[in-house]
Structure formats: structure tokens, C-alpha cells
């Protein structure tokens, strides 16, 4: 009911795509110029509508990989392959199109540097996408809140912003980055090989003692089992928040 309420009150608004980003072969973010944008917390998605020419019309919500220090939104689609809107946006958005905006949208699922940590986030494959938001806003607004991010994709390939990630923890003190590759791994990779295990949480996460705030985001059931072990490792059920997304049609 909350919900309903707070987009009750939000309205359509039409955003310019400047350009396009491919980060994987099936994933590309687009950067767009919304006017009037009044702003977001880190954390937050849009929906985005698209109408057919007989009128049909197709709703999505996609999480905002930009933090609120810069001027324009970006927002990274991950194609699938069944979908309605996904494969539109990964394949025939162009630079100078226009698309149908609601938003922002969320309230729990934010972080922002007044809120401390230190900070941990877990993502599954496109969950990346809001916690590269947070971390994002950690370096736009000179926060020293340490940072660490244990990412689970299926190889190296597949990791989104990939040349970002791996800059960071050599371009920003107290920020870290751990990869799993859950499929296939480079050759002589000496990281993690397997799926986000409770040992791999204790071995990688903040000691409960420091009371980190802990951020997950990825599929339904990557999701429950992180938060899960988090919260068996003894952290605080209130400081672990979680982002799922499942199969909605793209």
C-alpha cells in the first residue's frame, strides 16, 4: 500500500538517451538527460515504459547505476532473453531516442555516506548495478567509509564494469573488490571458483564486531541464502539489507 502510494504520486517523464555503454555482450548501460530530475539516493531504480504503435504498453523498473553527484542518470539493462523491454533497450536504443521515466523509486534499499559503515556488498551478476551506485557516491563525495565488495558472476567476462572495478582499490584508499567466478575461471586464477558460501562470507565480510552495513543484491535465491549466512555470522538482521530481482519478463 505504501508503494502504491508513493508512485501515485510520481509521474511520466520523458529522458534524452545521450549515449551508450556496452559492458558485456549482453548487458549496455544508457546515460540519460531527464529534465527537471530532481535528484536520487544511491540505492534508488526507475521505471521505464515503452509503447507499441497499437498502444500496448510495457513497464520495467531498473536500478540506478549512477550516484546522485552527477548531472545525468545512468541505468544498466541486463538483456534477457524472453523479455519484453530488455532486448529493446540493450539492442536498438540509440544515442538522441527518447524513453518514458518514473521515478525515483525506493526508500530501503539506499545507502549515503552520513549513514557510516563500514560498508559490505554482495551482488550476483547485474546486482551490481545499485551498489557500484554507493560506491560511486563514497568517491563523488570523499568519503573514507571502507568499502568492500565480494561480486559473484559466472566468469570474468560476464563481470559488468569490469574496467571500473579493477581500477578502484589501486585509485581509492579503502576500497576492495572480490571476484567469484562461478562457471569459469582465467587461467591460473588463484580467487574464489564457486558459488557465495557461508565460509566464503566469513572469510571475505566485515567482523560482525564492527557492526558493518551489508547490502545484498542479485537473484531471489542468492539473495535469501547471503542474507541468511550473513545474519547466521552473527551480524545484525537490521543491518542487512537486500535487493532481489527474478524472471518478470525483461
Avoid: K
Wanted: aromatic share 8%; net charge negative.
Amino acid at each position: 500500500m505504501a508503494r502504491a502510494a508513493v508512485l501515485g504520486r510520481l509521474t511520466w517523464q520523458l529522458g534524452n538517451v545521450r549515449d551508450t555503454v556496452a559492458e558485456t555482450p549482453r548487458v549496455r548501460s544508457l546515460i540519460v538527460d531527464i529534465a527537471g530530475w530532481r535528484g536520487h539516493r544511491p540505492g534508488q531504480h526507475v521505471d521505464i515504459r515503452l509503447t507499441a504503435e497499437d498502444g500496448y504498453q510495457a513497464v520495467r523498473s531498473y536500478s540506478i547505476a549512477s550516484p546522485p553527484e552527477e548531472p545525468l542518470i545512468t541505468v544498466t539493462v541486463e538483456q534477457l532473453d524472453d523479455g519484453e523491454v530488455s532486448p529493446y533497450l540493450v539492442e536498438e536504443v540509440r544515442p538522441g531516442d527518447r524513453l518514458e521515466f518514473r521515478g525515483p523509486i525506493g526508500g530501503y534499499f539506499v545507502w549515503e555516506t552520513t549513514q557510516g559503515g563500514p560498508l559490505f556488498l554482495v551482488a550476483g551478476g547485474s546486482g551490481v548495478v545499485p551498489l557500484r551506485a554507493m560506491i560511486r557516491h563514497r568517491i563523488a563525495a570523499g568519503s573514507d567509509v571502507p568499502v568492500r565488495l565480494l561480486y559473484s558472476s559466472r566468469s570474468p567476462e560476464d563481470v559488468i564494469y569490469r574496467d571500473e572495478l579493477d581500477r578502484l582499490p589501486t585509485e581509492q584508499h579503502g576500497i576492495e573488490i572480490v571476484y567469484t567466478y562461478t562457471r569459469s575461471q582465467p587461467s591460473g586464477w588463484t580467487g574464489y571458483g564457486r558459488r557465495v558460501d557461508r565460509a566464503m562470507l566469513q572469510e571475505v565480510a566485515w567482523p560482525s564486531g564492527q557492526r558493518p552495513l551489508a547490502f545484498v543484491c542479485g537473484p531471489t535465491p542468492f539473495v535469501e541464502a547471503v542474507a541468511a549466512d550473513l545474519v547466521a555470522l552473527g551480524n545484525e538482521p537490521a543491518r542487512v539489507r537486500t535487493e532481489r530481482f527474478g524472471p518478470t519478463g525483461g
